[in-house]
């Protein structure tokens, strides 16, 4: 079964400067990944996907991940954070073909700092 | 992609009732999900609504305690039954397309349970 592991739970940056969340997933093959954003009391926003293709996907708010298969690694990165950011962040992986369910790491909370 | 309408946005409930969430989407779509959200923690997977049939459920979710129902492509509900304060969590239904699609979400539920 997959399984995907973010290893920061809390992250503190501050206000412009850039970010970096860890992903990594367990899978048998090249799955579809996927980053999903949670602000406060709200549901869960799509950033950005890997199918297939160029590794390096391109997101919204300027966010971007690059996925790297001898690592198993999906990493979240940002240039300059703002302070609207702040949220939990979330890395899903699903199987091939979206025949399997998707499943959720443990989230990594975003503060940011003046 | 297509837009989840979710409600209630919260509840507060006494032990031993029920709630029911309703999910309604703005296009039809081939998959509905449930999920719960536990305080502080990452999202777990309740069940499939199949619409026109029982929901498939994950491991340690039963039918009589999370009855579903999916009568269309575009609505689905799920019910707390005999709640206890264990049960408050924030519940988020999801929707997908065809494969090759992304999951999206509605805007949860966060029940809580006294």
């Known amino acids: 079964a997959q399984s995907v592991t973010q290893p920061d739970i809390h992250i503190t940056v501050s206000e412009g400067a850039s970010l970096e969340l860890r992903c990594n997933y367990s899978?048998?093959?090249?799955?579809?990944l996927f980053w999903y954003v949670q602000s406060p009391g709200q549901g869960l926003q799509l950033l950005l996907k890997?199918?297939?293709?160029?590794?390096l996907v391109q997101g919204i708010k300027g966010f971007e991940a690059e996925f790297k298969r001898s690592q198993s690694s999906f990493n979240l990165r940002k240039p300059s954070v703002h302070w609207s950011d702040a949220a939990e962040y979330f890395c899903?992986?699903?199987?091939?073909?979206?025949?399997?369910?998707?499943?959720f790491g443990t989230g990594t909370r975003l503060t940011i700092i003046p | 992609s297509a837009v989840i309408s979710q409600k209630p946005s919260r509840d507060i409930c006494q032990r031993g009732t029920s709630l029911t969430i309703q999910c309604q989407v703005d296009?039809?779509?081939?998959?509905m999900f449930w999920y719960r959200q536990q305080p502080g923690q990452s999202l777990t997977l309740i069940a499939t609504?199949?619409?026109?049939?029982?929901?498939?459920?994950e491991s340690g979710f039963v039918i009589d305690k999370f009855p579903i129902s999916r009568p269309n492509l575009t609505f689905s509900t799920l019910t707390v039954s005999n709640m206890s304060p264990e049960d408050s969590s924030i519940y988020l239904c999801?929707?997908?397309?065809?494969?090759?699609?992304?999951?999206?979400f509605g805007q949860g539920t966060r029940l809580t349970v006294v």
């Open positions: 296009s039809q779509v081939t998959m």
């Open positions: 899978y048998g093959a090249t799955p579809y």
């Open positions: 609504a199949n619409q026109g049939s029982e929901a498939t459920y």
């Open positions: 899903a992986v699903e199987g091939l073909f979206g025949n399997e369910k998707l499943t």
């Open positions: 890997y199918f297939s293709g160029d590794t």
């Open positions: 999801s929707g997908r397309g065809d494969l090759n699609t992304e999951a999206f």
